[in-house]
């Protein structure tokens, strides 16, 4: 039993080793040049963005334990007095670091930094990779930092080993985004990226479709291939051309419809000024053929607002389906255009109605 449990024990950690990434230390960027208290503060803040970048599971390295140095300090006590391939590579070996990020950071005389950050493999001494990034005056804090994880993530993306993606589509052409950054157009419906090992979403975009997501995951350098299918945005016909004819009814029956709403409550301000002088009020058993004077004024009125009220009704009837059908109605997926549309009743003793309010 003993004997079992060891050697499952044995197999975990030889799993646990084999399934772990590689480790980076990120060493505090030098300031060079012009010394002041602005820099000092830039460089501690993108050394912070690239560390925490580094820390990030997805990524293909993980951060080496006990590595939070100076790039500065490291250099005094190895005695460094350049940044050699061979005694940079036994500053990572102290850190038990398979790669090692370093850099510095010059202030520029027009203004803003200079950022040169390097990773050299640590067991072969050779120099993997360097970006230098541009930081423009007036950046501070999180900007800093934005800047140094994007730096460190494209720096680690060229050097590491990496898989391929490829991705297809029911579309001919559109942008390929990898966790929100356009990477790839499609050519023919297939783009095809190299990415780092790491879990990654992936997005297509195309004119007329909806914009449609999944999340990948690319292990060592092994290929792997996605088909996302894209439908067409609400309006479109299945060939890309069509009209839609809902909007342009909501828009004919809408306007009617007010209008005539308008129409109904002047007739009914007009018929209750009429019969303002009639006793014992207006009717429509007082409205007749032989109605005369104030009497005919009125029920004429009357007769207006009734018609085009009951009009008004009608078309807005017509144009709540139509609204429906132009704004609301999904046809095969998501609405996409994004419109408002709301009625409210208005009641009232002398009549009803309702108010329109529809967010374009």
Known sequence: MKRSLVTLLLVALASSTALAKPAVAVLGLEVTGEVDQPA?????????????????????????PNSHRELIDEKVLKDCGNEAPSCMAAIGRDLRADVLVYGKLEKLSGGGYRMTVTALDVAKKKV???????????TNGDQLRAIAKKAYAELAGEIAPGGTLIVKANVGSGT???????REVLSDGTAKLSLPPGRYRVAIEAEGYRRQEITVKIDGEATVTESLTLSRRVGKADDGGGFDVWKPAFVVTAAATVGLAIYSTYAYSKMNDAADDLAPGLSDK??????????????DYHDKHKLTGYAAVGTGALMLVSGYFAFFHDRGGERADGGKLAVTPQVSPNGGGATLRFDW
């Open 40 to 64: 000092t503060v830039a460089a501690r803040d993108l050394t912070e963005g690239m560390r925490s970048r580094a820390k990030v599971s997805s990524g293909p390295y993980m951060l080496a």
């Open 128 to 138: 993997l990779g360097r970006n230098v990034v541009q930081v423009p005056a007036a």
């Open 286 to 299: 007082n409205c007749g053929a032989d109605a005369t004077g104030a009497l005919a004024d009125a029920c």
């Open 176 to 182: 390929v985004f990898v966790d929100d950054d356009a």
